[in-house]
């Protein structure tokens, strides 16, 4: 794809979106599973090095859509179409495939056009020879059904030759969905995501990341143990812990950590918090806030 200044700029408004979001490249793939290297791509409108434009344009809506970007995707389509479409290199070649085709079927056929020197145009005796032996086939295989009691012409009534073909009435099968052994459904998929997919998903074991939007200090401790982590992480850094446990999570700022709970996020931890908060994050993927005592 040819290099494209709208491309470019385009890319600088994704990045500067990202960076307000507190995200770093490593964190999107994390999220998208989009090479980085392609990632940076899209960031700089350097698309050379992607594979087939339905990739590119695959990467960009998911790009755009973690971000909450979706307003610039009709942009993108239509820049990276344009960018696409800029490649008058490849249309002589495709006109002169086409040429070579159209001359070599005309050798082919032998329609009168002009041919290598030393061949004879094809006759259509030969064609017309195969049809006469494939009726005369066909015809001697009826002929030998009706006389030998193989066909009956009655079951012919079945098709309406003046206005098409009736298809008799098909007696419905039932199928025992009780049944314990498969023999009756063996082999036959139940939808067409069955088809497309026949492996289930893997499970995503529990896990607890913590996004700082600003810098914001942790104090990370499970099963009631001693804390396994405990200091000030910066703004855009990402910790992440799995979670066979319930963790107990003292957060600073609770305004500038968001919260990642078994894929799910959360959001900031407390948007209106004023001092330092108490978390408690369970594997099932509940959660809960410790209150502070009063004296």
């Known amino acids: 794809?040819?290099?494209?200044?709208?491309?470019?700029?385009?890319g600088r408004m994704i990045t500067e979106r990202r960076e307000n979001l507190g995200m770093t490249l490593e964190t999107v793939f994390d999220r998208t599973k989009i090479r980085p290297e392609y990632l940076r791509g899209i960031e700089a409108g350097d698309y050379k090095n992607f594979p087939e434009v339905v990739y590119i344009k695959g990467f960009v809506r998911t790009y755009l859509k973690l971000i909450g970007a979706e307003d610039l995707q009709d942009d993108f389509m239509a820049q990276i179409d344009r960018a696409?479409?800029?490649?008058?290199?490849?249309?002589?070649?495709?006109?002169?495939?086409?040429?070579?085709?159209?001359?070599?079927?005309?050798?082919?056929?032998?329609?009168?056009?002009?041919?290598?020197?030393?061949?004879?145009?094809?006759?259509?005796?030969?064609?017309f020879l195969v049809l006469v032996l494939a009726l005369v086939g066909t015809g001697a295989y009826v002929w030998y059904a009706v006389s030998y009691g193989?066909?009956?012409?009655?079951?012919?009534?079945m098709f309406n030759f003046s206005g098409g073909n009736t298809i008799p009435p098909v007696e419905s099968?039932?199928?025992?969905?009780?049944?314990?052994?498969g023999?009756?459904?063996?082999?036959?998929?139940?939808?067409?995501?069955?088809?497309?997919?026949?492996?289930?998903?893997?499970?995503?074991?529990?896990?607890?990341?913590?996004?700082a939007v600003n810098d914001v200090w942790l104090s990370v401790s499970f099963g009631g143990g001693q804390p396994v982590f405990r200091r000030t992480i910066k703004?855009?850094?990402?910790?992440?812990?799995d979670l066979n446990a319930q963790a107990r999570v003292v957060i600073g700022r609770p305004t500038a950590a968001q919260i990642i709970l078994n894929g799910k996020d959360?959001?900031?931890?407390?948007?209106?918090?004023?001092r330092s908060e108490t978390y408690l994050y369970n594997p099932d993927g509940t959660y809960s806030t410790v209150q502070r005592r009063t004296r």
């Open 150 to 157: 193989g066909l009956d012409l009655r079951n012919l009534k």
């Open 173 to 181: 099968v039932s199928v025992d969905v009780n049944a314990t052994d």
């Open 84 to 127: 696409q479409n800029v490649q008058p290199d490849r249309v002589p070649h495709r006109k002169q495939a086409e040429s070579r085709q159209h001359k070599n079927m005309n050798t082919i056929l032998g329609n009168g056009s002009s041919v290598p020197k030393g061949f004879k145009p094809a006759s259509h005796f030969w064609l």
């Open 1 to 10: 794809m040819e290099h494209d200044d709208a491309l470019v700029e385009l």
């Open 266 to 274: 959360l959001g900031i931890a407390n948007p209106t918090a004023k």
């Open 235 to 241: 703004r855009g850094e990402t910790m992440r812990w």
């Open 183 to 211: 023999s009756e459904t063996a082999g036959v998929p139940a939808s067409a995501d069955e088809v497309v997919s026949a492996e289930p998903e893997p499970e995503v074991s529990p896990y607890l990341e913590i996004r």
